[in-house]
């Protein structure tokens, strides 16, 4: 791993967006200096610094290493036999869980897994399953088994019930909605940091890797935030304000809630950011959304450039299960590029852990509720597509860095769940 500016080209649409520019010229300017220079200690409420385990930074001379879990030939024996069994049982869905899926032998070490994913540095990485070893359906049956061990609870991707709807984060050769429509997940582009909002641990399975480039990129929120209470503590006030226009759908009314991104509760640090869900969106009518004022939106230029700063960068095999604490670490991507042969292709799944969680504060509890809450479990019907949409479908409402649950019993992403994936679901 190294330490490297994640790229951002010319080209991505997601690093054009206004917030990534400075245009401050003229009086805006003064005054926002001036209330900057103002500023000289956290918000209210917060520690002067965070200290533990998930504080590190690519910076320094030692450089965190994920705890990684490497499975060796009678690990990965164990879980092809256990698999094999449960063919016999024809699991699929969400009826594959740790109880169906045993792994006595690796139970202990899974469970160290999650301890150091909520209690340590916050990353872990699982490696030594060779994804062309088994067929598509077993590819996720295996990263459903495993991945039980870490959170014991699966969050909704979408308000009908798909919990990997568009988990596939690729740009299949076979898609014609240009790029500038699609998700920003589904275009080579490089991605800024930010989290899944809802989310609690966010998993990947890496199914193949870019011909050149891609690498996932982690940084510390813990880190990021000592670094500008020395530096540029104003940042900190403007993003633990609670007045941030997050979008939801364009059917609530108004279509966005204001939340903090920042906050510190029961003791911890988190964060709950995607710029793309920030503010208006081109697709929801103008003036439904607040503008970002000045200070917001360098505050977000600020925040990306110290997790820069701090990140690491993941080098990953195909087959390797990550997990990592979204709550405590932001996360990106470089941009890429295929190959005629290669494919860039990760499956996402989004988990909780109801006995090592930690507490979610009532103003990040939107997304959440909409993935692991009342209103989550208030959907009956769960889909796990095991493979891309064929025909990539436009998303009416958002097209953001990161899926977000809409908050809206109606809302619909004009997906049809059914139609365009008949055998392509485990359900």
Sequence with gaps: MTNDTVPHTAENAVSLQPWMHREGHGLVADVLSRQQDGISHPPRGFPPSIHGPTKWSGLDPNKIQPHTLTLDGPDVAAIRGTLESSHELELDGDEVTRECFPLPSLQDRLEKCAFEVHRGCGLCIIRGLNPDNYTIEDNIVLFLAIASYIGDERGLQNAKGDMLWKAHVTESKTWTVPKEKRHGIHTNYSLPFHNDMGCEILSIQVRDRADEGGRTCVASIAAVYNDL?????????????????????????????????IEYHAGNLLTSMDPSRIGPHPLIRNGSIPNLTPEQQEALVVLEETAQKHQIQLDTQPGDLIFINNLALLHGRESYLDS????????????????????????????????????????????????PMPEYIECKYSNGTAAFVADDDNFDDGSDSGSKYAGRYFS
């Design 340 to 387: 005629n042969t290669s494919s860039r292709h990760l499956v996402r799944l989004w988990l909780r852990n109801t006995q090592l969680g930690w507490p979610i504060p009532p103003s990040m509890s939107m997304p959440w509720d909409a993935a692991f809450g009342e209103r989550a479990k208030k959907v009956m019907d769960r889909y796990y597509p095991i493979m």
């Design 229 to 261: 209470v020395q530096t540029k503590p104003w940042v900190l006030h403007a993003l633990a304000k609670h007045n941030w226009p997050i979008q939801t759908s364009s059917r609530r009314e108004p279509p966005f809630v204001l939340c903090p991104l």
